[in-house]
């Protein structure tokens, strides 16, 4: 294998003349890379513009190891890497005596007997295995907790009221570990039901020797600013702002912050796992298509020397285990249960083309289905650049009381619906249960009076929506410790919208 430090002069190609031999617009791509072949492989790789988001930094994928990463795309697809070759069996999980003195580990995010197109585990073939550690001990027992309801002090509040905040704080003194706030969840990470929609604003690495996992649930991270460089059990993964990725429940990794700080969102889902919501009508590609997502190759440290800590949230509580060597010492592995990415500007947008707004259900990119079907516990919805062409339509989202939850973030730029300036990137809203919501006065006003042409919405914008079933309840750092709800936001939004009705049959007309 070749890894990308070693290759040779001109395999990376200048990306001005590799536009013009492609004849594509400079705003096709920021960066054109040519993916080295793998030696022995007799194959040809096409240079492709790729990713389709505009980058300030340098591009790579996952091919900082001895692989090309683009043998790992593909969602729910079975992946299998090495980063020394021959280190993967063959035709067999658990051979007697693995290659190189390895030992063979299962890890399973489903039970045994999940049906197959649901079932996830994977096979790791590592230097020494996970379990060689001493006993977790409770850490910070008295300070940290994801988990209100199990605090005699602290609880999660339902309310009814329309909810937003002024873009959170960075915190330039917590590492990843200690960044994370939860703001309102529903449901028992103990029960495996629920969700858990969190902030988090780091300021630090976490340190060299330290690894951090989940088991109450998987994270779904959706970056607003800074770089995230996550080292997994499985590989290293990239994150960029309009990129979100997943680590899935029980995964060990380390996160690093190579560009200073970092901020968003995440949603750990307490039941299931995240899949690609079904296409119906639309057909077989659309949406968020499967070939898309990727997954990190293959890389391990080979370090039995050091003492490392093993931290893992257990029920929102933390918990430390020292062991004597990385947990980053998987060689090879293969599997369906892996962290993947996604780039937001890769998502295929289906909208209308005659009249009305469709449902927002129309820009899911992932889903969490419940045992109903067509109801999910979460769905992960975006807001994208895109063209609207409807016929006598008020464009922008309706008026709406809905059934589901609707926590909704902005990554950068201006959301289309809420344009009063209030909704603000690194901000949050909440609209719960049957809670009345939205576009604000100015928008309306402003759609009731726009020239109904074709036009492009959301460009250098892009915002998000965590939906779910359930009632969520806010934490108490959510609803007032952190000093960030608008108290004014019915005032400015709903409030100054007039009565406009004249009966036709005659009566007194509405106050100016």
């Not at 419940?370 to 109801?375: E, I, L, P």
Request: glycine letters at 8%; charged letters at 20%.
């Amino acid at each position: 294998m070749v890894s990308s430090s070693q290759q040779q002069k001109g395999d990376t190609l200048d990306g001005n003349s590799l536009k013009r031999s492609l004849k594509l617009a400079p705003s096709d791509f920021s960066f054109v890379k040519y993916i080295k072949p793998k030696i022995g492989r007799n194959r040809k790789v096409r240079p492709s513009p790729i990713p389709l988001t505009q980058r300030n930094l340098e591009e790579f994928f996952n091919d900082e190891q001895d692989q090309d990463a683009s043998d790992e795309n593909g969602f729910g697809a079975y992946h299998e890497s090495e980063a020394i070759e021959g280190a993967l069996p063959v035709g067999a999980n658990s051979p007697q005596k693995p290659a190189y003195g390895l030992y063979a580990e299962k890890l399973s995010g489903t039970a045994f007997t999940a049906p197959r197109h649901e079932n996830q585990q994977s096979w790791l073939y590592r230097i020494l295995p996970a379990a060689a550690h001493e006993p977790f001990e409770a850490r910070e027992s008295s300070t940290y907790n994801t988990n209100p309801e199990s605090k005699p002090h602290e609880k999660l509040h339902q309310i009814p009221n329309q909810l937003r905040w002024d873009p959170f704080d960075l915190d330039e003194s917590a590492d990843w570990v200690h960044s994370l706030r939860l703001v309102a969840g529903a449901g028992d990470p103990t029960m495996k039901s629920g969700l858990g929609i969190y902030i988090f604003a780091a300021g630090k690495s976490m340190h060299e020797h330290e690894a951090f996992y989940s088991a109450d649930g998987d994270f779904l991270i959706v970056l607003q600013h800074g770089v995230l460089d996550i080292q997994t059990e499985l590989g290293h993964l990239l994150v960029r702002p309009n990129e979100i990725a997943v680590i899935p429940r029980g995964i060990r990794y380390r996160v690093s912050l190579p560009h200073g700080p970092v901020r968003g969102y995440i949603l750990e889902l307490y039941q299931g796992h995240f899949q690609l919501p079904e296409l119906g009508p639309i057909g077989s590609n659309g949406l968020a298509n499967a070939r898309d997502f990727q997954a990190p190759v293959a890389a391990f440290a080979e370090d039995t020397d050091t003492t490392w800590h093993v931290l893992s949230k257990f029920n929102g509580h933390l918990f430390a285990a020292r062991q004597g060597h990385t947990p980053f010492d998987v060689v090879a592995w293969h599997g369906r249960y892996h962290p993947y990415k996604y780039d937001l500007g890769r998502f295929n947008t289906i909208g209308s083309i005659s009249y009305d707004h469709p449902d927002p259900s129309i820009f899911t990119v992932l889903t969490a289905p419940s045992d109903h079907a067509g109801t999910a516990v979460a769905d992960f919805v975006i807001f994208p650049p895109r063209w609207l062409v409807q016929d006598d339509t008020f464009r922008p989202p309706w008026y709406h009381r809905n059934t589901m939850s609707e926590f909704m973030g902005l990554i950068h730029g201006q959301y289309d619906a809420k344009t009063g300036g209030g909704f603000q990137p690194a901000g949050a809203s909440l609209h719960n249960v049957m809670s009345a919501h939205g576009p604000d006065s100015v928008t309306v006003e402003r759609a009731e009076t726009a020239e109904l042409k074709p036009v492009k919405v959301g460009d250098g914008s892009m915002a998000f929506m965590f939906e779910s079933c359930l009632m969520l309840g806010v934490s108490d750092w959510g609803l007032s410790r952190c000093h960030k709800v608008q108290a004014d936001y019915n005032a400015e939004s709903w409030q100054p919208l007039k009565a406009r009705f004249r009966d036709p049959r005659g009566g007194s007309a509405p106050e100016e």
